[in-house]
């Protein structure tokens, strides 16, 4: 027994290996959130990550992020964290794509048959919300990330079904706006039942090389774990599901 998996084949043995490697995970959003969770399922042993994202690594990403460095600033987040993974563990196979997820992109990741799952880890709600019914509607497994802003005790950080959560924000309104559209809430969640500490009024969102302008949001607070939390827990679920079948 050698090589980088050698601990991992102790908890899943050589079947457990072939099942990761054999795997083929969608990361969409390589922010806090995203970056964690694709580097554990990149160390666990994944046979195939494609990483999508639109965004470049910004001086606000330097206190939680796995791909922001002074030496990075201003390069694409996929193109960073493409290196990364490729240098931890150069036999998995890496796809990049520089995109926002619009409905016809999450149309042809739900339909994407050699996918096993979907790691939904976007900022935005609307396109949080297409992908998310379109990967149900077509029975494409995902897990989607709720909001890891505005909070700091990391024992609150649980997975539950999106009609399960409790204190977050952002998935009571992903809620509102599955309902309207009559979309499945019975999916995994990571989401924290901390009370969220209050976010900066609405700011407008810098415009990128990569990305235009959006419309004014607020800006919530974030610490340097809590993301990187939920990307490993994200991470953690996907294994064992693959591990399942």
Do not use: W
């Amino acid at each position: 027994m050698v090589g980088s998996c050698a601990r991992t084949e102790i908890l899943v043995g050589q079947l457990g290996l072939a099942q990761l490697a054999e795997s083929h995970v969608l990361i969409a959003g390589l922010g806090g959130v995203g970056g964690a969770c694709a580097e554990a399922l990149c160390r666990a042993g994944i046979g195939e990550i494609t990483l999508v994202d639109f965004d470049i690594i910004a001086k606000t990403d330097l206190n939680r992020q796995l791909v922001a460095l002074h030496s990075t600033l201003g390069q694409s987040k996929v193109d960073v964290l493409y290196e990364r993974l490729h240098d931890i563990n150069p036999d998995t196979v890496i796809n990049q794509e520089h995109l926002f997820i619009d409905r016809v992109e999450a149309e042809a990741i739900a339909h994407d048959e050699d996918l096993t799952f979907v790691a939904d880890c976007i900022d935005a709600i609307a396109y949080k919300t297409v992908l998310i019914d379109t990967c149900n509607r077509n029975g494409m497994p995902i897990i989607s990330s709720m909001g890891a802003g505005g909070r700091l005790d990391p024992t609150k950080v649980k997975i539950s079904r999106m009609d399960k959560t409790q204190n977050c924000g952002l998935a009571r309104e992903m809620r509102k706006q599955l309902r309207n559209i009559r979309a499945s809430l019975k999916f995994p969640v990571v989401h924290s039942t901390e009370i969220q500490i209050k976010a900066l009024p609405h700011q407008q969102v810098t415009e990128t090389k990569l990305a235009p302008a959006g419309r004014p949001r607020a800006v919530n607070g974030a610490i340097s774990y809590m993301p990187n939390i939920f990307g490993l827990m994200m991470a953690g679920h996907i294994i064992q599901e693959i591990l399942k079948k």
